[in-house]
C-alpha cells in the first residue's frame, strides 16, 4: 500500500497535539493528527482537567448551600442524580471535543483514528479500524500524554479500586473511600466524593499533602480539607489491599502499626507515567531518560532529528498549557524559528478547596537554589471581598528579589486562586518589580487586591495591615 | 590561578598576542613578563601577578584576547602558598580591574574576543535580565543577548527603546570598525564595515590578503572619523629657513657634544609651543555635547612618527616649558621608543596639538588630517631652495612648505593665519639666544 506523505505529522490530540497541529496548519504546512480516541481532546479534556472541573463546580455548590445556612439562607438536604452528573460532565466533554474536530477539518487536518507506532524515524503506522496505514513524515511530534500509575501491589483487577479515570466518570457515592496519595489529584478528586458525602480518608506517605508547593500555600488547603474530610493521615503507607465482598480490605501502617480497615472504593493517585509503551520508539534514534520521560532539548527536539516530543512525555510538571506551549515552539523550531522553551513562566492551580496557584519561583526552589529573596504576603483575613465571600482562609504572596525589586514568583491559595494567578504569570514575565503592582490601581472591592497590597506591604505601606516596622 | 588579560588603559579593550615569553611547566616569577601584546596603541608586555609554575597557556600566538580572558595558569609554587591569604588575595588583584567575566564557552568556541561592551546583566538569584516576552522574542530574532542591553525602566526592565538604543550603538561601531572585539562579537557583522561589493581582486593577477593589525584599524579608523566629522580647511604657507638652518650649523656641534642631535622637529615643538601660548584657541578642542569650547592651559605636542607597523604619534608634555635642548633630547628619545614599539598607551594620550613633518623623507605641500579632539595640525614639507625675491633682488633661500589643517568650528580663517603667521615669524626671525647653550 502506498503510504501517506504529510510535512508533519502530530502524534495525539490533546491539548499539545491539537495545538501543535492547528498551529502548524495555520503556519501553512500539510498536517496529519493521528488520535486513538475518538474524541479528541487527550486526557485533559477526556480524563483530565475539564471533567474533573465539571465535578468540582457541581459539587461545590454543595458545600456553598450548606455553609449558606450560616449566612441564614437554609435549603433542604440536595438529591444528587449521579447519572445526571455524570451525563451532564459528558455532555460538556462531547461538546468540546466536537468543537475540537471542527477546528481541525476547517484548517484541513488529515484527522486519523488509530494507534500509531514507529516504524522509523520518518514513518509512522497507525492502526486503524480500516487496516493498517502507512504515514512518511517529515517531522514528527510526539504528543501521546500520560497516564495514572497504578502499582502493580494495587492492582487487583477490581474496578473497585480505581485511578483517577475511574473515578472521573463516577461510577457511584461510596460510602467509604480511600486516597491513596495526598498530591493535587488526590486532593481534587477527594474534595469532590467529600461533598457528594463520601467518607474521605486520604493516606499521604510524605510529612505533608501537596507535597512540592509551599507550606503556607497548602496550609489553607490542609485545614479545609481537615474539615471536609474524615481524616488527612500523613506519614501514613498501605501495605495490602485485596478484595472482600464488594468492599476492598486495604492494610495501612499508621505509627508503624498495621491496621486492617473496609472501603467502598479506593483512589490511587500516586503520580503519572508517560504512555511510550509500544509506540516504537525503538526503531527511531529517540532516547528516553531514567525516568522513562522522553528527552528533549529546549526546541522539543528528541535525539532524533525527525521527532519532537511535547507535554507530558517529556516529564517535568505534567500541565495541559505547558503541553500547548511546548507544541508551539516545537512548531516553530520546525519552520526554523529561533523558539525555545527557556524562561517560560508556567503557572499551575490546584483546583482544591480552596484553590492553590502560583507561577515562578516558589519558595521551595529558592531555598534550594539558595537564593536570596524576600517574601511580601498579604493575608486574606484583611480582605474586604475575601470576608463578603465568606472566604478568609487565603494567603497572596509575592517571592521578591530583593536588590532590583523585581517579583520572581507568586503563589495564591484561596477561593478562585487560579484565575487570580494570571496577574501574577504577566508581572514576571514582564520583569515587573513590586512597585510596578503597589502603583497598578485594583478595584476594589476584589481578591486581585490582594496582590496591590502584598506588594505594599513589601514596602511597608500596605492599606489594610500593619508594617512590622 | 587563572590569569586574566587585566584592563590596560582607558578604551583599550584587548589586543593580540605577539609573543609567548614562557612555556607550560616552566616556572615564572612574580612581575616577569610572560606575554607580549599588540593592542591598538602600542605593543606591550604582561607581568605575572605571583610567582610560580605555568601549568596551562590558554591562548596562542596571533589570537586576539580581549580584558578579562584567560591568558595562562600559575599554580603558586610551596614558597608563596605559604600564607593562605596570599593566594587568595591574588586573583582578585589581577581581575580587579577587568570588569568583563566571559564565560569559557566562549574564549574555546570563538577563540577570539567576545565583547568590549562592559555592560553585563547579573542577577544573583541567576535569572536572565527583566523583558517583556514580546522584546525576548525581538531579541531572539535578532540575535541580541539582552544580558548586553541596558534596561532603563524599573527594575532594569528592558523596553523597546532601549534594544533600539542598543541596535543604533552596534551599528554605530560597525560604521566607525569600531572596538574590533564589540564588533566581533556580532556574528553577522564582520570587524570593518564592508566595502559596498566584495570584490575580487584575484580576477586580474595574484594577490596576497594581509589581517589589518590593530594599529591599523585604529588609525584607519580614526582617520576616517576625523575627515567624515570635522569641516576643516587647509591653509598653506612658506617659511624662510635659511637663517634658521645657519644657526643649526653654527650650534649643532654643542649639542652634539652634550648628547642631543638638534633636528628641525625640535625648532618646530619649540616654536609651536610658544605660538600655542598665544593663541589659545589652536590649542583648544570643543565638547559637542556641552557645547564649550575647552580650553587647555598646557601645551602637550604630538609628533606623527612613522613606524612599520604604522602611524603613531607619541606626546611632548609641557612643550612651552622646556628648552631646545630639552625638546631635542625628549623629542629623540621618545621617538626611539616609538619606533621600537616600546611606548606606553599614556604616553600617546593627551596631545593638545599635532606636527606631522614629512621633510626627513621629502614631500612638499601637503594637507594632514587633524588628529581629533584637537582642532589644528601642522604639516610640514621638506625645505627646499628656492629663488625668492628679498629686498627688491631675488635670492637663494631655503623655504619650507607648511601647511595648517584646522577644524572651521572653532577656529576661523583669521585666527589661523594670525596663528600661522606667528609660527611663520618663529621660523624667519628665529632668536640666537634661544640655541645658544648656557655654559
Redesign the interface.
Known amino acids: 500500500m502506498e503510504p501517506l506523505t504529510t510535512e508533519i505529522v502530530v502524534l495525539g490530540a490533546g491539548p499539545g497535539g491539537y495545538a501543535a497541529a492547528f498551529y502548524a496548519a495555520d503556519k501553512g504546512k500539510k498536517v496529519t493528527l493521528v488520535e486513538q480516541n475518538p474524541r479528541l481532546g487527550g486526557i485533559c479534556l477526556n480524563v483530565g482537567c475539564i471533567p474533573s472541573k465539571a465535578l468540582l463546580h457541581a459539587t461545590d455548590i454543595l458545600r456553598e448551600t450548606r455553609d449558606s445556612a450560616l449566612r441564614g439562607i437554609e435549603y433542604g438536604a440536595p438529591k444528587i442524580d449521579v447519572e445526571k452528573l455524570r451525563s451532564w460532565k459528558n455532555s460538556i466533554l462531547d461538546k468540546l471535543g466536537h468543537g475540537i474536530k471542527t477546528l481541525a477539518q476547517h484548517r484541513k487536518i488529515n484527522l486519523i483514528q488509530g494507534r500509531g507506532h514507529f516504524e522509523d524515524s520518518q514513518t509512522l503506522r497507525v492502526e486503524t479500524s480500516e487496516g493498517q496505514k502507512f504515514i512518511r513524515y517529515d517531522k514528527a511530534i510526539i504528543a501521546v500524554g500520560s497516564k495514572p500509575t497504578m502499582p502493580n501491589a494495587f492492582d487487583l483487577g477490581n474496578p473497585r479500586v480505581m485511578t483517577s479515570t475511574g473515578a472521573l466518570d463516577l461510577p457511584d457515592i461510596p460510602e467509604n473511600l480511600l486516597v491513596v496519595g495526598g498530591g493535587y489529584i488526590g486532593m481534587e478528586l477527594g474534595t469532590v466524593y467529600a461533598a457528594l458525602g463520601s467518607k474521605v480518608v486520604v493516606l499521604e506517605a510524605l510529612p505533608s499533602i501537596l507535597a512540592g508547593i509551599d507550606a503556607d500555600l497548602a496550609r489553607p488547603v490542609l485545614r479545609a480539607a481537615q474539615k471536609a474530610f474524615k481524616e488527612i493521615r500523613l506519614n501514613a503507607k498501605v501495605l495490602k489491599m485485596s478484595t472482600v465482598g464488594k468492599q476492598i480490605k486495604v492494610t495501612v501502617e499508621i505509627d508503624k502499626q498495621p491496621r486492617e480497615e473496609l472501603y467502598d472504593r479506593v483512589l490511587v493517585s500516586v503520580g503519572r507515567s508517560p504512555n511510550l509503551a509500544d509506540l516504537g520508539l525503538e526503531n527511531t534514534k529517540v532516547i528516553k531518560d531514567d525516568k522513562g520521560f522522553i528527552q528533549s532539548n529546549a526546541q522539543q527536539q528528541t535525539d532524533d532529528p525527525n521527532i519532537y516530543a511535547i507535554g507530558d512525555v517529556n516529564g517535568g510538571a505534567l500541565l495541559a498549557h505547558r503541553a500547548t506551549k511546548e507544541g508551539k515552539i516545537a512548531v516553530e523550531a520546525i519552520l526554523g524559528e529561533p523558539s525555545t522553551f527557556e524562561n517560560i513562566v508556567i503557572p499551575a492551580v490546584v483546583y482544591t478547596d480552596p484553590e492553590v496557584a502560583w507561577c515562578g519561583l516558589t519558595e521551595i526552589e529558592a531555598k534550594q537554589k539558595n537564593l536570596d529573596i524576600k517574601i511580601a504576603k498579604f493575608l486574606w483575613g484583611a480582605s474586604g471581598r475575601a470576608l463578603t465571600l465568606d472566604r478568609p482562609d487565603g494567603l497572596t504572596k509575592l517571592i521578591i528579589e530583593p536588590d532590583t525589586e523585581r517579583i520572581l514568583g507568586v503563589g495564591i491559595a484561596g477561593s478562585g486562586a487560579g484565575e487570580l494567578i494570571s496577574e501574577g504569570v504577566l508581572a514576571v514575565e514582564m520583569g515587573a518589580t513590586a512597585r510596578d503592582i503597589a502603583d497598578s490601581v485594583h478595584p476594589h472591592p476584589t481578591l486581585s487586591e490582594t496582590l496591590m497590597e502584598a506588594a505594599e506591604s513589601f514596602y511597608g505601606t500596605a492599606t489594610h495591615t500593619l508594617s512590622r516596622r | 590561578m587563572d590569569v586574566k588579560l587585566p584592563q590596560l588603559a582607558e578604551g583599550v579593550e584587548g589586543g593580540t598576542v605577539v609573543s609567548i615569553l614562557v612555556s607550560e611547566g616552566q616556572e615564572i616569577k612574580k612581575d616577569q613578563a610572560f606575554m607580549e601584546l599588540e593592542t591598538q596603541k602600542a605593543v606591550g608586555s604582561i607581568p605575572a601577578p605571583q610567582s610560580g609554575v605555568v601549568t596551562k597557556i590558554h591562548v596562542k600566538q596571533g589570537m586576539e584576547v580581549t580584558v578579562g580572558m584567560v591568558l595562562i595558569s600559575i599554580e603558586a609554587t610551596n614558597a608563596s602558598t605559604a600564607s593562605p591569604s596570599a593566594g587568595e588575595a591574588a586573583p582578585s588583584e589581577t581581575t580587579g580591574k577587568a570588569p568583563i567575566a566571559i564565560s569559557t564557552t566562549t574564549q574555546t568556541s570563538t577563540g577570539t574576543s567576545s565583547s568590549t561592551d562592559d555592560y553585563r546583566y547579573q542577577?544573583?538569584?541567576?535569572?536572565?535580565?527583566?523583558?517583556?516576552?514580546s522584546i525576548?522574542k525581538l531579541a531572539?530574532?535578532l540575535?541580541i543577548d539582552l544580558t548586553r542591553v541596558r534596561?532603563s525602566e524599573?527594575?532594569?526592565?528592558?523596553v523597546l527603546a532601549d534594544l533600539r538604543a542598543y541596535i543604533q550603538k552596534l551599528q554605530q561601531l560597525a560604521y566607525e570598525g569600531g572596538p574590533a572585539g564589540v564588533v566581533a562579537s556580532i556574528p553577522s557583522m564582520p570587524a570593518i564595515p564592508p566595502t559596498p561589493e566584495a570584490i575580487d581582486f584575484a580576477r586580474w593577477g595574484p594577490i596576497r590578503r594581509e589581517k589589518m593589525s590593530p594599529l591599523r584599524r585604529t588609525v584607519s579608523r580614526r582617520m576616517f572619523e576625523s575627515w567624515s566629522t570635522i569641516p576643516k580647511i587647509n591653509q598653506f604657507a612658506d617659511a624662510d629657513i635659511s637663517t634658521l638652518l645657519a644657526l643649526r650649523k653654527k650650534h649643532a656641534p654643542a649639542y652634539e657634544k652634550r648628547g642631543a642631535h638638534l633636528t628641525l622637529t625640535s625648532f618646530f615643538l619649540l616654536i609651536l609651543g610658544r605660538a600655542l601660548k598665544n593663541h589659545p584657541r589652536a590649542n583648544a578642542s570643543m565638547d559637542e555635547t556641552a557645547l564649550e569650547i575647552v580650553y587647555k592651559d598646557y601645551r602637550h605636542i604630538g609628533v606623527a612618527v612613522d613606524t612599520e607597523g604604522g602611524l603613531i604619534v607619541p606626546i611632548l608634555r609641557d612643550v612651552d616649558h622646556k628648552d631646545l635642548l630639552q625638546l631635542s633630547r625628549e623629542l629623540h628619545a621618545v621617538t626611539e621608543k616609538t619606533r621600537q614599539r616600546k611606548i606606553a598607551i599614556e604616553e600617546l594620550q593627551g596631545g593638545t596639538f599635532t606636527i606631522s613633518n614629512q621633510g626627513s623623507i621629502g614631500g612638499s605641500h601637503f594637507t594632514p588630517i587633524i588628529y581629533s579632539p584637537q582642532v589644528a595640525i601642522l604639516g610640514i614639507g621638506q625645505g627646499q631652495a628656492k629663488p625668492v625675491a628679498m629686498d627688491g633682488k631675488i635670492a637663494i633661500r631655503t623655504i619650507l612648505p607648511l601647511c595648517l589643517a584646522y577644524d572651521h568650528r572653532v577656529l576661523d580663517g583669521g585666527d589661523a593665519v594670525r596663528f600661522l603667521k606667528d609660527i611663520i615669524a618663529g621660523f624667519e626671525a628665529f632668536d640666537e639666544a634661544d640655541i645658544k647653550l648656557k655654559e
Open positions: 542577577s544573583k538569584s541567576g535569572i536572565p535580565p527583566p523583558a517583556a516576552p525576548r531572539r530574532d540575535d534596561g524599573a527594575g532594569g526592565r528592558i
